[in-house]
């Protein structure tokens, strides 16, 4: 039996079935108090005091691989959504802890997870969450993605997307991306405009899935922890082809070496809404010698940059 300082006990509403709420709740209390106990004891995460397996196991240990977390609160009071494939417990607090005496932002410290349920009350997913604001924001927006379950199933997806960078989960990026995607990355530089003044610029490079793949590869093998976040997104659909979206997001991007912050765009095709992949993924950095500088909203990308 954990100490009481490491329990964490859970309550939701939102459920009328009684014996599912209870089974979601004594889940999600599994979880954390498991969490914090391991936190505690300086050990990895037990998935069988947790009741999870497969590849929500797999998720967590990679997460808490690359940052260990700890469940701040003693009691989690949250609304349970339904999903198109279950249910959603969201806003669940989070605090990041480095080992090793590694420093991180005060800013990224706290975090927010997601614990996804099927039908049955089952945990099918953990991974960190955009912020409660953003995602209420699309959810209940008059967006053009009129469709609340596509709306859902895309945030579902740009969650594990963030999340996979946090996780180090090349697999995941891997097969997320379509063999042929398109990927853009810019670098600030410096250049002389004709009247002698030196202001910044973006320079582009396009590279192939797999290049790009390689690179991130060697981040992740060289950096100690990995931690994205989305402090804006942007959700358009394509005005002609179904299944098309066009996702644009504001990215904090840091490691233990090295810190950045623009815009990522991203082209998802949702034909195969079990399988959904990104045809483009372009980045626009907005920090110049560490210094945030603002990028006109007309230059950032969109899906009418794009032949489709």
């Known amino acids: 039996m954990l100490a009481s300082a490491h329990q964490v006990t859970a309550s939701v509403d939102g459920i009328s079935d009684k014996v599912l709420k209870e089974k979601i709740e004594r889940s999600i209390s599994s979880i954390l108090s498991e969490v914090n106990a391991a936190q505690d004891a300086h050990r990895n995460l037990d998935f069988t005091a947790m009741g999870v397996t497969g590849k929500v196991s797999e998720s967590m240990a990679m997460l808490w691989e690359n940052t260990p ?6 009691e989690i009071v949250e ?23 590694e420093k991180i932002d005060e800013d990224d410290i706290y975090q927010e997870a997601v614990v996804g349920f099927d039908r049955n009350g089952n945990v099918e997913s953990f991974y960190l969450t955009i912020s409660t604001n953003l995602y209420k924001n699309i959810i209940s927006s008059n967006l053009e993605v009129k469709d609340l379950r596509r709306r859902q199933m895309i945030l579902d997806y740009v969650e594990q997307f963030r999340t996979a960078y946090n996780q180090k989960d090349i697999n995941f990026l891997d097969m997320v991306f379509s063999d042929d995607a398109l990927i853009i990355t810019g670098k600030v530089i410096t250049r002389t405009t004709g009247d002698g003044i030196r202001v910044p610029d ?22 100690k922890y990995i931690k994205v976040n989305f402090d804006d997104i942007e959700v358009k659909p394509h005005p002609i082809k179904d299944n098309i979206y066009g996702v644009t997001l504001h990215q904090g991007y840091a490691t233990n070496r090295y810190s950045d912050e623009g815009y990522v765009f991203l082209l998802w095709d949702f034909t195969n809404e079990s399988n959904p992949k990104i045809h483009v993924r372009t980045w ?7 210094k945030t500088v603002d990028m006109p909203r007309e230059k950032v990308f969109t899906l009418a940059d794009f032949d489709i």
Request: with cysteine; aromatic share 10%.
């Open 202 to 223: 973006v320079e582009y490079k396009k590279q192939t899935k797999q290049q790009y793949l390689k690179n991130l590869r060697n981040v992740f093998n060289t950096v």
């Open 79 to 101: 609304h349970c959504i339904k999903t198109g494939s279950g249910y959603q417990v969201r806003n669940i607090p989070l605090y990041l802890t480095p080992q090793n005496g």
């Open 284 to 290: 626009q950095p907005t920090k110049v010698n560490g």
């Open 69 to 74: 977390f700890t469940c701040p609160d003693e």
